[in-house]
């Protein structure tokens, strides 16, 4: 798979729901247990985005019919693959923040105060700065998180050691239905957070099912290239 050459592909949201339904219900209650170790595993520093990977482990066990245990999600063995990665995140998140931050200093500038207060002009100008700094964040969170989407799979899944070489991979798998896999995360978004409706306890339910319907995502796609490449 390092040597990937990634052509065009369908990406069915549809399809992926319907099929993450399906291995959901295979195992409700493994799922659910496997979700309450994740809250667990998530509290030990740098452990949430190893346990999340575990999970997707486990779900490929329950496609194939394997045995699943609950100690899956405790799994160290990319440990220190995921201490990269989440260094790799934070690195890029404190570099990009630099110039961000440098386009709210002309309307700090522009803001004049009068007698030690902001005068309506300058609040308008300040009220502007905010709103353009907010969008480039939210612009640059949702290029990075698109771009990152294939890393976890190809990491817990294909067993790529270098965060580099996923990171590579992700971003030019990703890249060709950029704007897909974005309604998909919206989708799955909304999904995993239906459970705070039934007074919370519900995430239990919807939050496996979200995670079931990805792995379907990654499967389907990740599958279908490697395909092509044999």
Do not use: H
Request: glycine share 8%; charged share 15%; hydrophobic share 55%.
């Amino acid at each position: 798979m390092k040597n990937l050459e990634v052509k065009d592909y369908d990406f069915n949201i549809g399809k992926y729901v319907s099929q993450g339904t399906d291995l959901f219900k295979k195992d409700i209650g493994g799922f659910i247990v496997a979700t309450l170790l994740l809250f667990v595993i998530s509290f030990i520093p740098f452990c949430g985005i190893l346990g999340l990977g575990n999970f997707y482990k486990i779900c490929k066990k329950v496609d194939e019919g394997q045995q699943v245990s609950a100690g899956d999600i405790f799994d160290f063995t990319d440990f220190v693959v995921y201490l990269k990665l989440f260094l790799l995140i934070f690195a890029i998140c404190i570099v990009a923040m630099i110039p961000i931050q440098f386009t709210l200093v002309p309307f700090l500038v522009a803001a004049d105060t009068e007698g030690g207060q902001v005068s309506d002009t300058g609040a308008a100008l300040l009220a502007g700065g905010m709103g353009l700094w907010v969008m480039m964040i939210m612009i640059f969170i949702m290029i990075l998180s698109i771009s990152m989407y294939f890393i976890q799979p190809l990491i817990s899944l294909y067993r790529i050691t270098s965060v580099r070489e996923a990171y590579r991979l992700s971003w030019k798998i990703a890249k060709k239905n950029f704007f897909m896999i974005l309604l998909f995360s919206i989708v799955v978004g909304f999904i995993s957070q239906l459970g705070i409706i039934a007074c919370g306890i519900g995430i239990l339910f919807s939050i496996p099912l979200g995670i079931c319907i990805k792995y379907a995502a990654y499967k389907d796609v990740l599958e279908s290239l490697n395909q092509k490449t044999v």
